[in-house]
């Protein structure tokens, strides 16, 4: 299983809720026990709290046994007037976030990442979240994260996004070796599925899919009507209700068929799990281990919103 898993590295930083240091290790060390080698992490993910958690974890096992991929485009700085839960994150570091994808920033970012990790390099870079500054990730971000790999300081480079148009643009234009796309192949959002994953197969970009469950609607439509990061509209709400009725005529929670529906395409490499504690590891590994019937399959295929 941990060939196609990979452990997200928001959760266990406080998104959304404040979770300890014991308990993020506890949940780290539920990953590792149940197989997980693949870790992905940013510096915006608790304001570097997530690499340093990270870090500490995998301080005592060998180099050679896991991969990691962190991100760029977002500095950070001490900042005593953080406020708590800003951008999502609680129980974070007094740190604010300031968008740079220049050349000098990128590397900076690298460097102070690695510290964080206590890494001398990592298996994946990804520019994170360039949206509103494309020219600048294309003409700077990019070729120094290529420098980056000719020097040994990564393997792999690539982009973490949420929106399919922006990927598109990079797959097309850049010399790239990953796709990280988040909420954009699910059973609700199909917008990946079109041009992205087709063009990322034909040049061989390695597609990783993350926020398999859009921000928790598909995980329980009753209760975490979140989609997108935001309040789900009634008819997002409504179609996963629908989907859920669905899953329960086959006996298969709603939320394993979202986490495996993304393995099911050619293009796809891995699932993002954005699991933050023991408990959400657990249930996410024992979905992924249910077994579920072309039939269902064949149900949901035109339930998709996107």
Known sequence: MDSVVVLGGAGYAGLYRAVNDDAATEALATAWDNGIRAFDTAPHYGGGLSEERLGRFLRTRGRAEFTVSTKV??????DPDAQEGAEGFYGA???????DYSAAGVRRSVEESLARLSLDRV????VHDPEDHMAQALSEALPELARMRDEGLTTGIGLGVNHVEVALRFVREAPIDHVLIAGRYSLLDRRAEAELLPECARRGVRVLVAGVLNSGVLADPMRQGT?????????????ARAMEKICAA????LRAAAMQFPLRHPAVDAVVLGSGTRAEILDSLAMLDVTVPEGLWADLES???W
């Open 93 to 99: 570091p007094k740190r604010s976030r300031r968008r």
């Open 123 to 126: 298996d994946q870079l990804l």
């Open 303 to 305: 339930g998709a919103l």
């Open 73 to 78: 485009g977002r500095l950070l700085y001490d």
């Open 250 to 253: 086959y006996d298969v929670p």
């Open 227 to 239: 989609f997108d990061y935001v309040a789900a509209e009634p008819r997002v709400i409504d179609r």
